[in-house]
């Protein structure tokens, strides 16, 4: 119960990330650019976000997407620790533990 819970929370936030992330507010664009990433590439992070949360709400796919969460959660701060935007790891980090959680039980 607590594994579905946590799972549907992630799916949640990988949803709204994705959107957020396709859409691409001047900020966001302005992040990834500073990264060193293509224009294009916040709508490849966007899209991996919603097939996160689609795997995420499929039992058959759940973990396959909490793999890809994880991975795509290691990577966002692996980028911004490189960067040595070290506020800006929390929420990953987080995120990466509450998949982990949920992947363990």
Same mark, same amino acid.
């Given at each position: 119960?607590? +594994?579905?819970?946590? @799972? ?11 959107? *957020? ?30 097939? #996160? %949360?689609?795997?995420? #709400? *499929?039992?058959? !796919?759940? @973990?396959?997407?909490? #793999?890809?969460? %994880? *991975?795509?959660? #290691?990577?966002? @701060? ?10 800006? %790891?929390?929420?990953?980090? +987080?995120?990466?533990? *509450? @998949?982990?959680?949920? %992947? !363990?039980?």
């Amino acid at each position: 119960m607590t +594994a579905t819970i946590l @799972t549907w929370l992630l799916g949640a936030f990988f949803l709204i990330g994705g959107g *957020v992330n396709i859409v691409a507010p001047a900020p966001i664009r302005a992040e990834f650019q500073r990264w060193g990433f293509p224009g294009w590439f916040h709508f490849l992070v966007g899209a991996l976000e919603l097939a #996160v %949360a689609v795997m995420l #709400v *499929v039992p058959g !796919w759940r @973990t396959g997407g909490l #793999v890809l969460a %994880a *991975v795509t959660m #290691v990577s966002a @701060t692996a980028v911004v620790l490189y960067h040595k935007e070290y506020s800006h %790891a929390l929420i990953p980090g +987080a995120v990466l533990a *509450v @998949t982990c959680i949920a %992947a !363990w039980i």
